[in-house]
Every structure is written in structure tokens, then in C-alpha cells.
């Protein structure tokens, strides 16, 4: 007598490769994610500093910023890179479309690995680079509850983000991802100022509403130093959820307009 597998269970199952894989694999997934975010915390954050060069308050600014980058930036390639290879010669990609449950629930799955990707490498950057930088003024850890649902809700954002990109973009396109798409993210999603400083350049302050990074940094910025001037939480998690919510949609169209291609 056949016993019909539950989708939950083969979610669960998919899920528990993933991790599995980024286990095994993880000091190359942590050099890959933390490397940039590191370097830019021993110089900005640790020699400037040091050298009269910016102020030491600067670190206050800067750390959830940076913390901000490694969270996206891991969750974001932890979807695309592996969507383009999957879907490249190898077609590994048909392994799990084989698998008993709606195609849209193995995208989902994958934006799922990419939060918690995310979140690893963020959990990883955090306290090292507290340590390079030092004391930071105005830092506080006790508003975790704010600090985990920013860290979840940026993680989900930018593993939607990836999904779409990483099925949307072609395979011999996607070194462009870096250079167009995720270039001026970086640079102007508020990792390193915070959202309040463009007060001085109104239009700038407005313009980089349209980047998700903005949302994440200023995000992180009011759980970590929220004596400092910061968005609304409300906006900033308003804005979080309508990302993924949209990425995701849009995603799972690609994804799946990909599967049955």
C-alpha cells in the first residue's frame, strides 16, 4: 500500500539538504560572505578611526550598516548563484522538480535556505566585528526582539530578490548582477551613513527610497543604535514585508516560467 508523502515533509526534507550542505561547506560560505563586510570594518571602522581620520563615533554608524551588507548580500547569493547553476548545463534543478509537491513550494524553499543563510552570516559578523571596531557609542543589544525580526524580515527580502534574479536574468548575464543591480545597492542603501544624514540633499533622500538596502541598514541601525537618528520602525518593517511580498511574486513567476521551459 503507497503512503502519500505530505508536502511539509518534503519541504522539511529539501530544507535540511540545504543546510546540510551549508554545514558542510561553511568556512568557505563565511569567507564568501564575510570577507568584504570584515574589510571594510578593519578599515572604516578600526584604522580611520584610529588614524583622526573620521571620528570614532563613526563605528556607531557604520556597524549596522555593515551588518546589513553581509546579511544581504549572503542571502541574496545563497539564492541566485545556485538558481543559475541549477538551471545551467548540469540541470540539477530537475532533482527537485521531481519531488511531490507544487513547483512553487521548491522556490519558496529556497528563499527559506536564504534567510537562514543570511542569518548565519550576520550572527558571524556581528560580534567580530564588534571586537575589530572596539567600543561603539550608543550600542545596545537590548532590543533583540527588534534585532531578530529585521534580521529575519531583510534576510526573506533579499532571498525573494535572489530568487528573481537568479531565474529572471540570463545565466551569461548574471556577472552583471554584481556591477549593475547590486553595485549602487550597496553604495547607496545607508550602510554607510545613516537615512536622516540626506536631509541635507533632499532629493538624494528620496531617490534612494526605491533601494531595499536602505531598509535593512536603518533597520538594523534602530535596534542596535537607536539613540541615533533613524527611519520609522514601522515604515522600515512596512517596506520589508511589501519587498519580499513583491520578489516573491515575482520570483515564483520566473521560477517557474524557468521549470516548465
Not at 535540511?16 to 564568501?32: C, G, K, N
Not at 550602510?191 to 538594523?220: C, H, N, Q
Not at 511589501?242 to 520570483?251: I, P
Request: aromatic fraction near 10%; glycine fraction near 8%; include cysteine.
Amino acid at each position: 500500500m503507497n503512503r502519500q508523502v505530505s508536502p511539509g515533509r518534503v519541504f522539511a526534507a529539501l530544507l535540511m539538504r540545504d543546510v546540510t550542505v551549508v554545514r558542510r561547506e561553511l568556512p568557505y560560505f563565511l569567507i564568501r560572505t564575510a570577507l568584504q563586510p570584515l574589510l571594510l570594518v578593519t578599515v572604516f571602522g578600526f584604522l580611520m578611526p584610529r588614524m583622526g581620520i573620521i571620528g570614532k563615533d563613526y563605528t556607531s554608524i557604520m556597524l549596522p550598516g555593515v551588518l546589513a551588507l553581509s546579511l544581504t548580500l549572503s542571502a541574496v547569493q545563497a539564492v541566485a548563484l545556485p538558481m543559475v547553476q541549477d538551471f545551467g548545463y548540469t540541470k540539477e534543478i530537475e532533482d527537485r522538480l521531481l519531488a511531490p509537491v507544487p513547483i512553487q513550494l521548491v522556490a519558496i524553499e529556497k528563499i527559506v535556505a536564504g534567510t537562514i543563510q543570511g542569518f548565519i552570516a550576520s550572527l558571524f559578523v556581528l560580534p567580530i566585528a564588534r571586537l575589530i571596531m572596539g567600543p561603539i557609542p550608543g550600542l545596545t543589544f537590548s532590543r533583540a526582539g527588534i534585532l531578530l525580526l529585521i534580521t529575519i524580515l531583510g534576510g526573506a527580502s533579499f532571498a525573494a530578490i535572489g530568487l528573481f534574479l537568479g531565474t529572471g536574468i540570463p545565466p551569461q548575464q548574471i556577472g552583471l548582477m554584481f556591477t549593475v543591480i547590486l553595485g549602487p545597492m550597496m553604495m547607496f542603501g545607508c550602510t554607510y551613513f545613516p537615512w536622516r544624514g540626506l536631509d541635507a540633499v533632499p532629493a538624494m533622500k528620496y531617490a534612494v527610497l526605491i533601494d531595499p538596502l536602505v531598509y535593512v541598514s536603518e533597520g538594523l541601525r534602530s535596534a542596535l543604535t537607536p539613540n541615533l537618528p533613524h527611519m520609522s520602525l514601522w515604515a522600515i518593517s512596512a517596506a520589508l514585508m511589501g519587498l519580499t511580498t513583491f520578489f516573491t511574486l515575482l520570483g515564483l513567476r520566473t521560477f517557474t516560467k524557468r521549470a516548465i521551459s
